[in-house]
Nanobody, 116 residues
Framework: QVQLVESGGDLVQPGGSLKLSCACS????????MSWYRQAPGKERELVAA????????NYADFVKGRFTISRNNVKNTVYLQMNSLKPEDTAVYYC?????????WGQGTQVTVSS
């Protein structure tokens, strides 16, 4: 059974940092493209960062370039999103996703709130 479980969301002040984790089971993350998305209240879900299956290609949304880093630990079967220099507009629920042959899978999301 495919499962993705995000954690690490919190309330943080502007300029602060957070590291989100996405623990995966039921598949091997090293074989598939993994992504982080976010959805703010009243807005559509948007892509934040993505890493290809082989890990050689990484893409970031313009609004997080230079601030966020996607990575993965294939031994722990976990994907991470390091977020630095956080801004109030980064406030959203962050979701991990995996594109498998059987479809696109999502975690339940983790809330990130950036506020003073």
């Amino acid at each position: 059974q495919v499962q993705l479980v995000e954690s690490g969301g919190d309330l943080v002040q502007p300029g602060g940092s957070l590291k989100l984790s996405c623990a995966c089971s039921g598949f091997t993350i090293g074989n598939y493209a993994m992504s982080w998305y976010r959805q703010a209240p009243g807005k559509e879900r948007e892509l934040v960062a993505a890493k290809s299956a082989a890990g050689y290609s990484t893409n970031y949304a313009d609004f997080v370039k230079g601030r966020f880093t996607i990575s993965r630990n294939n031994v722990k079967n976990t994907v991470y999103l390091q977020m630095n220099s956080l801004k109030p507009e980064d406030t959203a629920v962050y979701y991990c996703s995996a594109r498998l042959p059987s479809g696109l899978y999502w975690g339940q999301g983790t809330q990130v709130t950036v506020s003073s």
